[in-house]
Structure formats: structure tokens, C-alpha cells
């Protein structure tokens, strides 16, 4: 490690080397003799080479600012040969990349690599990978995104930045050759692989556990719950009160055989802290049948309005604490099955004990045939091994269908546009006048969240029936005067934004000095274009060094440059 690196920053880069060396069979020696090593030094961002360069290569961690051990983990994980995971070669099939909303600068961090230059292992698509950016990265206008998820239900697990997630790491141990370590691969469930470090067990997929994976995952709430025609309701700890910080817990349910699982959150009391990724405390949802994959993940204070139906008999819930100091609700959901067991003495003892686990209430009894046949669902088929090849769990639509998957904005990229996948539909109608009115106020604007560059917002919300489909919550940019110069990044309330000639990377000084009143003068405000110039000229003209430019000029006064200068200018 460089000497410019503080101490602190330190014990966090061994934290996040330990994430990668724990799960899988590399190891990292500090200060260890061979000649290909990685240096962690502050160069003033977060930066990696992508696989091993040979020799001394670097990685970037400026502190403040990446000194975090998801960021850190971000970053090893691109100098062991990992790509963006929004930059897979099947990138169409998952997410939409709105160009247009991306300074050209930044085009290659979203471009999908070739199948010629990366290999996905033969592993899926994983929206909760700490390799994805989230839905507003390197956004010029921080009110649209500039990647939207074609399964809408992904939008806020995409971005986290918590730790490797398991996808992340089998692809680290497949990629080095970990999962052949052992002489006996064991039978694992789930989705789960031998464990290279312990070949006696299996590493399982989150909200699992055991030997070999077919247990629910140890947690101090939440529990095994068999699902019947009969409602059941599950709730996070304390509910409708706060739930307490750090609490980790996980509900598996089980239909009967050839049965599936319904699952609905209930609106009232919903409540998580409000992020643009849930990472730090949210409820997240897996239907299967890969239960590899990162699940969907909801926070803030609206639950998804519609009935969700597993693919397969089994499906998971899990919620997760965090530590924030906002207090929230957490969640309740309402889960069943269309079919019913078969129950002899044996069984129903068995029932009652998984059953005990958790707080799982019974409600009324209603036809699960009927609460299910809204619609026609999608089923998906899967091979011997229980892994589904083509389909994931599609989402029932309730009283309104839900709204459509954002398309792509207007672009000139050179990329192919996805079109929304066939489980999306026509958006509702928009709601009426006298229907908001029955909206509570409008909350006071919240603090901006950033205090120069453009880079932040203030937000308010309102309450509103759950009947009525307004707007609930308002965004906007705020405190847009120039950064000090000098100051190259913001990391503040948890958001770090990089930026440029004082501004949020994306947008441009408008006004290079504004005069006061005492005459002395500021810098002007951040905009989306600097000097009402056109965008693309803007663009252009970056690309030109001063020599280009003069260059241009002796040519238009019929003279000439000797050919040094002109590689110079290049």
C-alpha cells in the first residue's frame, strides 16, 4: 500500500481483500515477494485495471470518497478479471442503457464487451452484483436514468455497493479453477457449490443454508412456513412499529407438490429508508427458480401494488435491518397457495413445527384458484437439475395492470436498443384531478443532500389513499453554484459524486464568475449545457487540444507546421 494511504482506509482494503480470500481459494499476502501484485494507492478516485496487467499494477482509492468496502471489493474484484456486469454480452436481455442521458466521455462503461473479449461462465444476468451500476450512474440529468431494468421489479437492486454478491464470487472461483479443488464434488441444492475452502460442505445462495443447502438459512426471525388455500401473514420484527437496526431475517415458503406460492405485500405501514439502490436496509423477494440470482428489492414507503407468483414450490423473503438511524415500519405480506396438503398424522406434526418459526398469522380462509386466476401466468420449464433456462417469476397484476418498462430516450448510440420484455403492459390511466385532491399537503422540502455542484437533491413527499394512483414524492436538483475550485469530488450523506471544473460529471459550468453586491465575485451554476452551447459541438470541442484548434487557424491563413508539431498536437 502507498504511504499516502491513511490507516483507516487501510484496515477497509484488508476487509475487502478478507471478503474475496474467505470465499474463494486466492490469497493475498501483504508485502509479499512475487513480482505481479496489486498496489492500492489515493490517486484522487476510485479506479482499477481490468485482470492481471503484469508487474505492480495499481488500484485507485481516494479517501474520503471510496474508502468504503463495497467500493473497495468493486474495485479487486476488476483487477481479478471481472467487467461491469451492465456490460455483459447479453446486455440487451436485461437492461435498457439510455445513451442520450450519458456524457459521450463515459459510453464505454456501459457498452456491452464482446463474447470474443469476456465469458459469462455459463452463469445468469445478476442485477445485485457490486460489479452493476446503479439506475442513475454518470447521469447528465440526475432526474432520468441512464440504465432501466427491463423487469421493472430489479430497478432498485441494481447498484449496490454493500459486498460481492454470490454470483459475484462463484464466477471468481469458476473463473480460477476454485470449484475443481476438491476430490468429490458434494450434491448441493439451490444452487449451491462445493465449498473450496471446506469440502466437506456446500456454499449456498442467500436465504439457505445446511450441509447441502436444503435448509433455510439460520436467522433469529423469521422461519419455514408451508403455504396452503389458507392466508398466512408474515411481517419484519415489531411490526407496524420500527424494526430494530442490524436485524437480519429470512422466511422460506413451500407449496404443496406441483403447487406454486402468492405473495402480496400489504400497503399500510410499508417503510424503508428511501434510496435510489436498496443496499443499506430494504425487503427483498426471490420467486425462484434460481435462487443464485440477487432477488427483487424494495424500500422507501411504496410496496409493489400486485400479486406475485413463484416459479416453482418454493420462494424466500428476506429482510434485512441495516444499520441506518432512520426509523421505519418494515413490511407485511400476505402469502398462499393454490393447492392444498395432502395432511396425514405424520405430516401435520411436521407442519406445526416448521410452522412455529416467525410471526406467521393465519388469516381468513379464501380460494387460492380464485385469488390466482387474475391472469394467465407464465411458467417456465426447467432441465433435470431444477435450474430454469429461459423465464423468471412473473408478477399477477391486481385491479390496474402495472406500467410500462421505460423505454429507451432518443439516442444516437451505436448500441442496439432493447425493446421491454412481453410480461410488461399498457400503462394506467392518469389519475384525475378530484382523485389527488384527496391527497394529504405536501411535505416541507427536505434538506438538499449536496451542497454545491448540482450534485444534490431535496425531496418531499405526501400521503394519499391507497386507492389513488398521484404522485406521492417529488424530487428536484438543488444548490447548483460551482464547487470551490480545487475540489475534484463530494462525499456527503452517503453519495459520492464526481466532478468536473466544479460541477456533477454530466453537467457544465453555465457562468465562469457571477459578481456580487461587495464586488466580488462566485463561481456561476451547473447546468446541462455550459453557455447555452449546442450539446454536440460541446462534445466535439472537448476532444480538441489548443494545437488542433491552432492548427485549424494557420491552415485558414494558408500556412504551415512542421510535422513535430503537428504529432504533438495529437
Excluded at 475452502?197 to 439460520?218: K, L, Y
Aim: net charge negative; hydrophobic share 30%.
Amino acid at each position: 500500500m502507498a504511504e499516502n494511504v491513511p490507516e483507516k482506509t487501510r484496515q477497509k482494503i484488508r476487509l475487502a481483500l478478507a471478503i474475496w480470500q474467505n470465499a474463494t481459494c486466492l490469497r493475498f499476502t501483504e508485502g509479499g515477494p512475487d513480482s505481479d501484485r496489486i498496489e492500492f494507492f489515493d490517486g484522487g478516485g476510485c479506479s482499477s485495471f481490468v485482470g492481471r496487467a503484469g508487474g505492480t499494477q495499481g488500484i485507485s482509492i481516494a479517501t474520503p470518497g471510496c474508502d468504503l468496502v463495497g467500493i473497495i471489493a468493486h474495485e479487486i474484484g476488476h483487477a481479478l478479471g471481472t467487467f461491469h456486469e451492465q456490460a455483459r454480452p447479453d446486455q440487451s436481455q436485461h437492461i435498457a442503457v439510455h445513451y442520450s442521458n450519458i456524457p459521450a466521455i463515459r459510453w464505454n462503461n456501459f457498452q456491452p464487451i464482446g463474447d470474443d473479449q469476456a465469458q459469462t461462465l455459463g452463469l445468469p444476468y445478476d442485477a445485485g452484483s457490486v460489479m452493476h451500476y446503479g439506475p442513475f450512474g454518470f447521469a447528465a440529468d440526475q432526474f432520468r436514468p441512464t440504465i432501466s431494468t427491463l423487469d421493472k421489479h430489479w430497478l432498485f437492486t441494481i447498484g449496490q455497493r454493500e459486498a460481492p454478491s454470490f454470483l459475484d464470487i462463484e464466477a471468481i472461483n469458476r473463473a480460477y479453477g476454485c470449484t475443481d479443488q476438491c476430490p468429490t464434488e458434494l450434491w448441493c441444492l439451490h444452487g449451491g457449490y462445493t465449498d473450496p475452502n471446506d469440502c466437506s460442505r456446500c456454499v449456498c445462495p442467500i436465504g439457505f443454508g445446511g450441509t447441502f443447502c436444503a435448509e433455510m438459512q439460520p436467522s433469529p426471525c423469521g422461519g419455514v412456513i408451508k403455504a396452503s388455500p389458507m392466508v398466512q401473514t408474515v411481517a419484519s420484527s415489531d411490526f407496524p412499529g420500527n424494526f430494530p437496526s442490524d436485524l437480519f431475517c429470512v422466511w422460506l415458503f413451500r407449496s404443496p407438490p406441483q403447487g406454486h406460492l402468492f405473495i402480496e405485500f400489504v400497503e399500510e405501514s410499508f417503510g424503508y429508508p428511501c434510496e435510489d439502490t436498496c443496499d443499506k436496509a430494504f425487503v427483498e423477494l426471490k420467486m425462484g427458480p434460481d435462487f443464485r440470482v440477487t432477488g427483487y428489492r424494495f424500500c422507501c414507503s411504496l410496496p409493489p401494488l400486485m400479486t406475485f407468483q413463484s416459479v416453482g414450490e418454493e420462494a424466500v423473503i428476506i429482510h434485512y435491518g441495516g444499520t441506518q438511524t432512520e426509523k421505519r415500519a418494515g413490511f407485511r405480506a400476505r402469502v398462499w397457495s393454490e393447492k392444498q396438503w395432502t395432511v396425514t398424522t405424520e405430516e401435520e406434526e411436521q407442519i406445526s413445527t416448521e410452522t412455529t418459526w416467525g410471526n406467521a398469522v393465519n388469516g381468513a380462509e379464501v380460494s387460492g384458484t380464485e385469488r390466482a386466476s387474475t391472469t394467465e401466468a407464465t411458467m417456465a420449464q426447467t432441465n433435470g437439475d431444477g435450474q430454469n433456462t429461459t423465464t423468471r417469476a412473473k408478477p399477477m397484476p391486481t385491479s390496474q395492470p402495472p406500467p410500462e418498462v421505460p423505454m429507451p430516450f432518443s439516442s444516437s448510440s451505436p448500441s442496439v436498443m432493447p425493446v421491454p420484455s412481453s410480461s410488461s403492459s399498457s400503462p394506467p390511466p392518469p389519475p384525475s384531478s378530484n382523485e389527488c385532491s384527496l391527497c394529504l399537503q405536501w411535505s416541507e422540502w427536505s434538506d438538499c443532500s449536496q451542497m454545491c455542484g448540482g450534485c444534490g437533491r431535496k425531496t418531499r413527499r405526501r400521503h394519499c389513499p391507497s386507492a389513488v394512483s398521484c404522485q406521492r414524492e417529488e424530487k428536484r436538483i438543488c444548490n447548483r453554484m460551482a464547487c470551490p475550485e480545487g475540489t475534484n469530488f463530494l462525499f456527503n450523506n452517503g453519495e459520492f459524486h464526481l466532478l468536473w471544473k466544479g460541477c456533477c460529471v454530466g453537467l457544465f459550468l453555465n457562468n465562469s464568475k457571477t459578481a456580487k453586491d461587495d464586488g466580488s465575485s462566485v463561481r456561476g451554476e451547473c447546468g446541462p449545457l455550459e453557455n447555452n452551447e449546442n450539446p454536440f459541438l460541446r462534445i466535439i470541442s472537448s476532444l480538441l487540444s489548443s494545437h488542433d484548434g491552432q492548427k485549424e487557424k494557420t491552415k485558414r491563413n494558408g500556412g504551415r507546421r512542421k510535422s513535430g508539431e503537428d504529432k504533438n498536437g495529437q
